[in-house]
T-cell receptor, first 115, second 112 residues
Framework: NAGVTQTPKFRILKIGQSMTLQCTQD?????MYWYRQDPGMGLKLIYY???????DKGEVPNGYNVSRSTTEDFPLRLELAAPSQTSVYFC??????????????FGEGSRLTVL | QKEVEQDPGPLSVPEGAIVSLNCTYS??????FMWYRQYSRKGPELLMY????GNKEDGRFTAQVDKSSKYISLFIRDSQPSDSATYLC????????????FGQGTTLQVKP
């Protein structure tokens, strides 16, 4: 599982509901990311974190929130779900040491449908 | 104009064929170029990684970057049915190489 676990794997939400996608990594890596992938499209960065207590926006952050209280966990919260948030959500982690550019390890994804 | 353009295919080839996958990009600030492979209903996995221009070879896979033309390629030699997947190009500026800009992916099917 590339050292990262995402839950739930599938979820159907009604418009206006809220939910949290969970992501946990066991590699003790500092950098973590949330991407979304719409059907037939590439991935887009939602939020990322460079360490516990530090988060920043990516390319498509609207409608989402994140927190990073521990190195292991990086949950993604959807407030007031909208049909446009129907997508597959991928969490990823990355080791960074100085100027080294580490590989991104992706989870298997959480498939969310908003009806 | 999208920052990264990739022909979505689908691309169907017979086993043993040479496959060429390509991406173009518009942002000259990109320094890191990657190819990810994504099997159906799985997360992407890193296949090839190149910094700046040049070629890189790993077994049956060769990645090429031409920064002057803003064009990158992935070649697969002696393609196998197990190569059937979606191939995503991705790029990053210097600084945070986890902040990737992806192409939309090319779906490849290798027929036995």
């Amino acid at each position: 599982n590339a050292g990262v676990t995402q839950t739930p794997k599938f979820r159907i939400l009604k418009i206006g509901q809220s939910m949290t996608l969970q992501c946990t990594q066991d590699m003790n890596h500092n950098y973590m990311y949330w991407y979304r992938q719409d059907p037939g499209m590439g991935l887009k960065l939602i939020y990322y974190s460079v360490g516990a207590g530090i988060t920043d926006k990516g390319e498509v952050p609207n409608g989402y929130n994140v927190s990073r209280s521990t190195t292991e966990d990086f949950p993604l919260r959807l407030e007031l779900a909208a049909p446009s948030q129907t997508s597959v959500y991928f969490c990823a982690h990355q080791e960074r040491k100085g100027s080294n550019t580490g590989e991104l390890f992706f989870g298997e994804g959480s498939r969310l449908t908003v009806l | 104009q999208k920052e990264v353009e990739q022909d979505p295919g689908p691309l169907s080839v017979p086993e043993g064929a040479i496959v060429s996958l390509n991406c173009t990009y518009s942002n000259s600030a990109f320094q890191y170029f990657m190819w990810y492979r994504q099997y159906s209903r799985k997360g992407p996995e890193l296949l090839m990684y190149t910094y700046s221009s040049g070629n890189k070879e790993d077994g049956r896979f060769t990645a090429q970057v031409d920064k002057s033309s803003k064009y990158i390629s992935l070649f697969i030699r002696d393609s196998q049915p197990s190569d059937s997947a979606t191939y995503l190009c991705a790029m990053a500026r210097s600084g945070n190489t986890g902040k990737l800009i992806f192409g939309q992916g090319t779906t490849l099917q290798v027929k036995p």
